[in-house]
């Protein structure tokens, strides 16, 4: 690992880590705002919720979500929708740009140059990754939890916690696979494509096994089948085998990145 590129990382895209970190604020600060008149109208919430087919109460979450409560409305309107697009964003745009940019526009050959080892410089694009994710998740979840009391909602700390270990791996497995799409291509566009198909077509097979039984079988090959927010929210329910899953992910896409890595060609 190179301190100095981890500085550099840190140096050159603070602006980004500071704009992420700042709509991901914003926007748990907004759905803290609306929530006292949400909960105003609970009876009516409880009423369209129950009308809704199964099938859609099981796309939005399953049929153990409670959207007239602090931690379902959370689920629902923060971190399944608008919290998932700026994180997937953000690990999309740093790890395609750790690599597969530098390489596309030549400055990759210049760096490796220098004495330092490729799997030095993709273990300090990948910590720079995993230190910046630490931050956006502190960015998200800190104003929701001083503010909740604020606004009467009921909000388990210690499901936040257990949500924040999820929420870091569910991410960096997603950054872990498009780290590796970023070594296997000399074009950042395409290290894009890759990763963004990876993510829609997990995210579609998601929704169609959940109303679907033929597709459900299939179900594992998702990586959102291990994205659960609601569980550890609404209380301190660790999915190990979920955990164990998405650590794998991690390792064998790291792994496969590094070695990838190794035996390239930089010129392009």
């Known amino acids: 690992m190179s301190l100095n590129l981890l500085r550099r990382g840190f140096a050159d895209r603070r602006i980004t880590l500071a704009v992420y970190a700042l709509s991901l604020a914003a926007y748990g600060i ?12 609970v009876e009516l919430l409880e009423q369209l919720w129950e009308q809704y087919p199964e099938s859609l109460r099981q796309a939005f979450g399953g049929e153990a979500l409670q959207i007239t409560t602090f931690d379902g409305f959370l689920v629902i309107e923060y971190f399944n929708s608008m919290w998932l697009i700026i994180m997937i964003a953000f690990a999309v745009s740093i790890a395609t740009a750790a ?32 230190l910046g994710l630490l931050l956006l998740i502190a960015a998200a979840l800190i104003p929701i939890a001083l503010g909740a009391p604020l606004v009467g909602g009921d909000l388990n700390h210690a499901g936040m916690l257990a949500l924040a270990v999820q929420e870091f791996l569910f991410i960096a497995a997603i950054g872990s696979v498009t780290f590796f799409f970023s070594v296997l291509f000399s074009s950042r566009g395409r290290a894009i494509s890759a990763s963004l198909g990876f993510v829609i077509f997990s995210y579609a097979l998601d929704i169609l096994a959940r109303i679907n039984e033929t597709v459900a079988n299939v179900h594992f090959l998702s990586i959102f089948d291990y994205w659960d927010p ?32 190794d035996r390239r060609d930089v010129a392009v």
């Open 30 to 41: 907004f759905i803290l705002a609306i929530w006292p008149a949400v909960s105003e109208s």
């Open 99 to 130: 690599i597969s940019a530098e390489i596309e526009k030549g400055t990759m050959e210049v760096l490796l140059a220098q004495p330092i080892t490729r799997r030095a410089v993709l273990l300090s694009r990948q910590l720079f990754f995993a």
């Open 230 to 261: 609601y569980r550890y929210l609404h209380s301190l329910d660790f999915a190990w085998g979920d955990i164990a899953v998405l650590a794998a992910v991690i390792f064998l896409s790291t792994a496969a990145a590094a070695w990838q890595f």
